[in-house]
């Protein structure tokens, strides 16, 4: 069965510092890999998406990059981090070709400071 | 704007009584989902209706999509302490690359014993 996983769970980080957060997938092969930020008490905002290996779609211009080093791991990171950056992080994925239901990880909460 | 906005934001009933929530969405879609993110989770996915599709049950979920005014709703029957938790829909847009999803605000409900 697949699984996905997020770490780490919780993280304080000044502003100003570097952040990645990393997600894994198990028991599937070329998955697609989203990464999502939500607000306290909001609704979900795509950030990056990947249909590959290397292939990474911004959605909307801001301070994260995303990266897809291998075909099950996905990458949020930043620079320097900004107070507007806090939020909880998800990640999920898709079957490989047009999987439609969508299997969240657990999430990172992000408070910067 | 979100492509999928709830209403209500939230909601409040007892125990075995039923809840209904609504979504609107504005563009042509494949499909519409509707997830359940418990306080501090990852989302999980309930249920999907396709664009040809009028009506969908899943237990005590019954989903409803009206393509003509672009709306959904979700109504759990019967309800338990253990729904209370927050409700998306998401659409799976015609056109859009990487089965991205575009998520609502959610309804957030409280089922009281």
């Known amino acids: 069965s697949q699984t996905i996983h997020q770490w780490p769970a919780t993280l304080v980080q000044p502003v100003g510092s570097p952040l990645s957060l990393e997600c894994t997938v198990e028991g599937t092969s070329n998955p697609n890999l989203y990464w999502y930020r939500q607000a306290a008490g909001r609704g979900l905002q795509l950030l990056f998406y990947?249909?590959?290996?290397?292939?990474i779609s911004s959605e909307v211009p801001q301070n994260l990059s995303a990266s897809r080093p291998q075909d099950r791991q996905f990458i949020l990171s930043s620079k320097k981090l900004l107070l507007s950056d806090s939020g909880f992080y998800l990640c999920?994925?898709?079957?490989?070709?047009?999987?439609?239901?969508?299997?969240f990880g657990p999430g990172t909460r992000l408070l910067v400071l | 704007s979100q492509q999928g906005e709830e209403d209500p934001q939230a909601l409040s009933i007892q125990e075995g009584e039923n809840a209904t929530m609504n979504c609107s969405y504005k563009?042509?879609?494949?499909?519409l989902q509707w997830y359940r993110q418990n306080s501090g989770r990852g989302l999980v996915h309930l249920i999907l209706?396709?664009?040809?599709?009028r009506e969908k049950h899943s237990g005590r979920l019954r989903v409803t999509l009206d393509t003509s005014k672009k709306s959904s709703s979700l109504l759990i029957t019967a309800s338990r302490a253990a729904d209370t938790a927050s409700y998306f829909c998401a659409t799976d847009a015609k056109n859009a690359a990487g089965n991205k999803l575009t998520f609502g605000g959610g309804t957030r409900v409280l089922v009281k014993p």
């Open positions: 990947s249909v590959g290996i290397g292939q």
């Open positions: 563009t042509s879609i494949n499909n």
């Open positions: 209706i396709r664009s040809n599709e």
């Open positions: 999920a994925w898709t079957l490989a070709g047009g999987g439609e239901t969508q299997y």
